[in-house]
């Protein structure tokens, strides 16, 4: 099971950091995958990391304002995002990839978390 948390409503330009947390089974050799969706449109790739952490992706649209990271201890990812902006309002999504590397297309990943809201006022 994969729990998403950490979303909420912030102001333009504010951060939030968004927390991953698998329970009943190891994620610390998988990819994992943040995702979004905002009401009416596709579900985008916003950001990948590889199993050990040392490969990490980034949609070109937050590239230099989130930073996905993993503690593989606590068997979590998670998602720094700062100076957050009105169109990164969506519900984020993580996802596991049962192989070492994350990636960028839905239809790789094995298995979603349930989503948190993330709304960024103006």
């Known amino acids: 099971q994969l729990i998403e948390s950490g979303g909420g409503l912030v102001q333009a330009g504010g951060s939030l950091r968004l927390s991953c947390a698998a329970s009943?089974?190891?994620?610390?050799?998988?990819?994992m995958g943040w995702f979004r969706q905002a009401p009416g449109k596709e579900r985008e790739f916003v950001a990948s990391?590889?199993?050990?952490?040392?490969?990490?992706d980034y949609a070109d649209a937050v590239k230099g304002r989130f930073t996905i990271s993993r503690d593989n201890a606590k068997n979590t990812v998670l998602l720094q995002m700062n100076t957050l902006k009105v169109e990164d309002t969506a519900a984020y999504y993580c996802?596991?990839?049962?192989?070492?590397?994350?990636?960028?297309?839905?239809?790789?990943?094995?298995?979603w978390g349930q989503g948190t809201q993330v709304t960024v006022s103006s």
């Open positions: 990391i590889s199993g050990s952490g040392g490969f990490k």
């Open positions: 009943g089974h190891s994620i610390n050799t998988y990819g």
């Open positions: 996802a596991v990839r049962y192989l070492n590397y994350g990636s960028r297309l839905k239809g790789d990943y094995n298995y």
